[in-house]
């Protein structure tokens, strides 16, 4: 076979470059295959009683689609950074190229700044994947058998946070007490077996009435941050906490590269990582692209 001298038999871009792209083909088909998963599962999701598709609101598990905003404003100035120091870079601007490295490195930590800030709000509210109450009252016989061990679970966990809050309480000391602690110490009573004024026996709340009665008690006093009762709520923090602690690896991941490359510029060796600095610059806007998609998902529906 003869070859002309105008035909070359290498491909346009660096070894780099093309592994990289490899790379991320698995991961498009890794992300696409979770977010096709959780939206199965919203759609999927049962209003208890019926069979119409439910998911929790923005309200109820306490996301603000504001802070979202910013992350996602953060993260395209990150990637616009990167993009202005592989350009510097190319332009023999070795100064340059390390400013916009660093700006885009402070940018994606302040970016996982926020995503931690988010995840306290979580924990503080309870929004904890197994550990949300599901039972509220209006289920089908049917569902609150299903959701047995959730239920006993959860009045467990509520018993103990009530048990901590009302620490030192008793019936002699209550009239000395804040409102906030004299509900805690009224619903902690609902949760034991005892007897009424008229000394018969008294049936503790069932799991669907003591999660609309927790639910009420934090409207009005959120600062007890008692797990809340939201019916699908399990199923919306196990998609909510895997796409972004996912997502929240993968800038780390990203952030860990380019300050390696950072390091090795500070020391006078950054032209040499021109092909390095190219090839995690195209992995940090992939992380970008996939949060554009994330956002809307998460945040919005």
Known sequence: MIVSENTTTNLPISNGKLAMWL??????????????????????APIPGTGIP??????????????????????????????LSINALKAHKVSS??????????????????????YKGKFEHGIIPGKIGECLP??????EKLLQQNGLAYIRKV???LRIICAGVTNDNLKDQ??????????????????????????PLSPAQLGEKVNLLLAEYPQMHLPPAIPNGNLWASCYFALTGVHA???????????GIFVKGIFGNLQSMEGTLEVTGLYWHF???????????????
């Open 54 to 83: 439910y998911w929790p609101n923005q309200k109820t598990v306490h996301v603000e689609p504001w802070l979202g905003a910013v992350n996602t404003v953060i993260l395209i100035c990150s990637s616009l950074a990167v993009l």
């Open 249 to 259: 690896i993968h800038v780390l991941f990203g952030l860990a590269f380019m300050l």
């Open 178 to 203: 804040s409102d906030i602690i004299k509900n805690a110490y009224g619903l902690y009573l609902l949760t034991l077996d005892g007897k009424d004024s008229q000394n018969d026996y008294m049936r």
């Open 159 to 161: 018993q103990t946070q």
């Open 97 to 118: 190229s390390l400013f916009f490295l660093g700006t885009s490195l402070i940018l994606g930590s302040v970016f996982l700044g926020v995503k931690a800030f988010e």
């Open 287 to 301: 992380v970008d692209l996939v949060w554009l998609v994330l956002y809307p998902i998460i945040y919005f529906l």
């Open 23 to 44: 790379f991320l083909a698995t991961e498009v088909m890794f992300f696409t295959g979770l977010l096709a998963t959780c939206m199965l599962l919203k759609e999927s």
């Open 138 to 143: 209006g289920m089908s016989v049917q569902r």
